[in-house]
């Protein structure tokens, strides 16, 4: 079953106007939630960050906080998957295609559920390889839209080289943030990821991390690294709702540290594995 605008119903059935503005326009937003045995985590996050994004784009959610959570909380009842992940969009609606808002307009809001693919032992023991491209998007990355044009082609540019994901690299700022990821660093026990600013996703497992790293007394700032402050750093780490605390073990064709996830990154990941563990009780 999925939710479509108030409703649930089977998937074969859910059906979006050809002129909706998610379609033609990228005129929308998104979330994706985890849960896990059943149970979301960290939805009230998501639910937030859903409101932020719909502020920022000027779109006026039909539906509360509350009634949002209350419709995942039905769409994942029946789901017996130990990973799940919910998808949840919302675009401006369908209308005749123009540019600006127009003025009768409802959002078309959209949820499901699909199975979520936990990253494979071997890969958390290993971590990953990235490469770094060029950060071609604007300076509206904190909303979390649908235009993913530029994340698309960075993810395909990654998958292409073997590698697991793609960083942008901004010119005068520094490499910002994975195609879907945020980035850590760790340089002689201080950790580092970009500030809040229009060049990032404000990411819910990036929160969790910083929250776990003050827990801990870790030393941490708030800057953005350039390439060759990476490629040196002691260990460099991605973050996600599925990929959770994953290490970049090999960027752009270099070994980070000694080519294994470092014990920082290990703790944090073990650490968040014990948050979850706490909140959904896996
Ligand atoms: N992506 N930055 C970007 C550009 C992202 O798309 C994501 C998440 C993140 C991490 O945010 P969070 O920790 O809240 O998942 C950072 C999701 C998972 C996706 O598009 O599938």
Request: one cysteine or more.
């Amino acid at each position: 079953m999925v939710f479509l605008n108030g409703q649930f119903i089977p998937e074969k059935q859910a059906f979006v106007s050809i002129c909706d503005r998610g379609f033609q326009l990228g005129d929308g937003i998104y979330e994706v939630i985890r849960c896990y045995q059943g149970r979301p985590f960290r939805l009230g996050d998501h639910i937030e960050r859903l409101f932020q994004s719909a502020q920022a784009i000027r779109l006026e959610l039909p539906y509360g906080r509350d009634e949002l959570a209350g419709f995942v909380n039905r769409l994942i009842a029946d789901v017996t998957w130990d990973y799940a992940d919910i998808y949840i969009q919302v675009t401006r609606g369908g209308a005749p295609r123009v540019h600006e808002f127009p003025a009768q307009i409802h959002p078309t809001v959209l949820m499901y559920v699909s199975q979520g693919q936990a990253v494979s032992p071997i890969t958390l023991e290993q971590g990953i390889e990235a490469i770094i491209i060029p950060d071609t998007r604007g300076t509206l990355c904190n909303i979390k839209s649908v235009n993913l044009l530029p994340n698309v082609l960075a993810r395909q540019a990654a998958a292409e080289a073997g590698a697991g994901e793609a960083l942008f690299e901004r010119e005068g700022i520094g490499v910002v943030e994975g195609a879907a990821s945020n980035i850590f660093a760790v340089r002689k026990g201080v950790l580092s990821t970009g500030p809040l600013s229009p060049y990032t996703l404000p990411g819910v497992t990036r929160d969790c991390v910083l929250q776990l790293a003050k827990a801990q007394g870790l030393p941490v700032e708030l800057e953005f690294l350039s390439r060759e402050e990476l490629l040196t750093a002691d260990e460099v780490f991605i973050t996600s709702t599925s990929k959770e605390v994953l290490a970049v073990t090999i960027l752009a064709g270099q070994m980070i540290g000694d080519g294994r996830p470092g014990p920082i990154t290990l703790k944090l990941a073990s650490d968040y594995r014990a948050l979850i563990k706490r909140e959904c009780g896996i």
